[in-house]
Nanobody, 123 residues
């Protein structure tokens, strides 16, 4: 059974940093594309970042480019999202996901999701 568990969320002031982690089990982690998404209550879940199997290629949504960095440690079966220069509009529940067969920005291309971790950025 594939399981993803996010951690690292919390409350931070604007301009601060957080690092989210997503620990995976039940799959061959080094063979999986990993995505990060976020959702504000009442809104659709949206793409944040994606990383390929080796970690050599990443894509970001425009609003986080230059501030967020996605990385992975295949030896630890973990993907990370380093978030710097946080803004109040980054406040959301952040989810990691897997199951996509290509580097996708679409929620529907990912079949397995974590439970999410809350990130709150105060102004």
């Amino acid at each position: 059974q594939v399981q993803l568990v996010e951690s690292g969320g919390g409350l931070v002031q604007a301009g601060g940093s957080l690092r989210l982690s997503c620990a995976a089990s039940g799959l061959t982690f080094s063979s999986t594309i990993m995505g990060w998404f976020r959702q504000i209550p009442g809104q659709e879940r949206g793409f944040v970042a994606v990383i390929n199997r080796s970690g050599s290629t990443t894509y970001y949504t425009d609003s986080v480019k230059g501030r967020f960095t996605v990385s992975r440690d295949n030896a630890k079966n973990t993907v990370y999202l380093q978030m710097n220069s946080l803004k109040p509009e980054d406040t959301a529940i952040y989810y990691c996901a897997t199951g996509a067969t290509v580097m996708s920005l679409r929620v529907g291309n990912y079949g397995t999701w974590g439970q999410g971790t809350q990130v709150t950025v105060s102004s």
